[in-house]
């Protein structure tokens, strides 16, 4: 039980975390993922190396400390960090881990004149209230997802039945289960869990649904990354036919119900949640303007489908901004957006829901600018692709 004298205790650490919670993190990692070799597929090692990991993980504790005695205002934290476990398949037993090598990533980095063995136990109690919440959550989650209709607990089979080129850098994977049964219904936003063996090494992935649900199969489609090992192996070893593992979908950046004008904004790969939401939306009826920016035609994926959309749906407006165009291509803005662009699209009353999705310097730009055009930051919502950072 963790006590308000422990609560204390691990709020006066905060300033400490504010200047070094990424070293921290960053030989927490060290020590856990070189000495137990069994939570190594639960991380992307990409990650990893370019130091998102370590950033995401350091915040998620600093905001953690500061809202030790207030856990109501960690906001959607809680609720992020349950679905990106569940879609990954976190257990359990994965948590003392976790929390051993964090206590000694503490003790090793902040010195022992700093953490005491009474900060320690303070840190040692908080680690385990919040260990036994997400716990609880995420077994929630895996029970409601087992007894859903066409659900699963755990990894699943699931055959490839077609591979699309979407574009030079995109394709997407039709997935029907091997066995011939259901497959539960997933809320547009959400993302499956992927588990494959790439070169003998396990690997997890999680890959944004990019088509609404049908009760048959799932659509996933994956950007080749420079240098992405599951990326890479999917798009150049993966044929039709293959057998895949599949995690049931999860995610908590999903298209709420609303009769609100719906403003989907997406860069990059960061288009392919969009698409369920845009569907579910138009089959509302809603009022949707959709926006995507590309660097170029080549890598505009899905553009076919959504001039379609626009042509059958009056109720869309479309917007395409790319980095680099040709007059052929016919796009409404070349360069990159802007807050005068993002203004000129935006719906005139700026009473509007906005998902968005892409790059990190893109939702830098669209969070501020979505701020100073007067859309209400509560009908703001993104998603990172990976570790969610802190997004100023």
């Known amino acids: 039980?963790?006590?308000?004298?422990?609560?204390?205790?691990?709020?006066?650490?905060?300033?400490?975390?504010?200047?070094?919670g990424e070293a921290l993190t960053t030989h927490f990692y060290k020590i856990m993922l070189s000495e137990y070799a069994e939570v190594r597929p639960l991380f992307n090692q990409a990650?990893?190396?370019?130091?998102?990991?370590?950033?995401?993980?350091?915040?998620?504790?600093?905001?953690?400390?500061?809202?030790?005695?207030?856990?109501?205002?960690?906001?959607?934290?809680?609720?992020?960090?349950?679905?990106?476990?569940?879609?990954?398949?976190?257990?359990?037993?994965?948590?003392?881990i976790v929390g051993t090598?964090?206590?000694?990533?503490?003790?090793?980095?902040?010195?022992?004149?700093?953490?005491?063995?009474?900060v320690i136990?303070?840190?040692?109690?908080?680690?385990?209230?919040?260990?036994?919440?997400?716990i609880a959550a995420e077994r929630s989650v895996y029970d409601r997802t087992a007894e859903a209709e066409g659900g699963w607990r755990g990894e699943r089979a699931f055959k490839v039945e077609k591979k699309v080129q979407e574009s030079a850098e995109i394709t997407s994977f039709y997935l029907a289960p091997a066995d011939g049964g259901a497959v539960m219904?997933?809320?547009?936003?959400?993302?499956?869990?992927?588990?494959v063996v790439v070169d003998g090494v396990e690997q997890r992935r999680n890959y944004s649904l990019s088509a609404p649900a049908n009760g048959k199969r799932l659509r996933i489609s994956?950007?080749?990354?420079?240098?992405g090992k599951v990326s890479n192996f999917l798009h150049d070893q993966v044929q039709v036919g293959d057998t895949l593992q599949l995690f049931p979908p999860a995610g908590h950046f999903t298209l709420q119900e609303s009769s609100k004008p719906l403003v989907l904004i997406s860069g990059g790969v960061g288009i392919t949640p969009t698409l369920p939401m845009l569907a579910t939306a138009l089959a509302a009826q809603r009022p949707v303007t959709f926006i995507h920016c590309a660097r170029d035609r080549s890598v505009h994926a899905f553009r076919e489908r959504i001039d379609q959309l626009a042509a059958e749906h009056p109720q869309l407006t479309r917007y395409y901004c790319y980095d680099r165009a040709v007059p052929e291509d016919a796009v409404d803005a070349e360069g990159y957006i802007t807050e005068q662009r993002l203004?000129?699209?935006?719906?005139?009353?700026?009473?509007?829901?906005?998902?968005?999705?892409?790059p990190r310097p893109f939702m830098h730009v669209l969070k501020r600018s979505l701020h100073s055009l007067g859309v209400p930051d509560k009908q703001v919502r993104y998603e990172f692709f990976g570790p969610a950072e802190a997004l100023a």
């Open 121 to 134: 136990a303070a840190w040692g109690a908080a680690y385990q209230q919040l260990a036994d919440i997400l």
């Open 101 to 118: 090598c964090l206590l000694r990533a503490i003790r090793e980095v902040l010195g022992a004149e700093i953490a005491t063995d009474e």
């Open 343 to 358: 203004g000129e699209w935006l719906p005139a009353s700026r009473d509007a829901d906005v998902y968005f999705l892409g």
């Open 222 to 227: 994956v950007k080749r990354e420079a240098g």
């Open 1 to 20: 039980m963790l006590t308000e004298r422990q609560k204390e205790i691990v709020k006066s650490t905060v300033p400490l975390l504010e200047t070094g």
């Open 185 to 195: 219904a997933h809320l547009p936003g959400q993302y499956i869990g992927l588990r």
């Open 47 to 96: 990650h990893q190396q370019s130091g998102a990991q370590p950033r995401a993980l350091a915040n998620s504790v600093l905001m953690y400390a500061k809202h030790i005695d207030k856990l109501e205002n960690l906001g959607d934290l809680p609720a992020q960090i349950v679905n990106k476990h569940v879609a990954l398949q976190v257990q359990a037993e994965h948590y003392p």
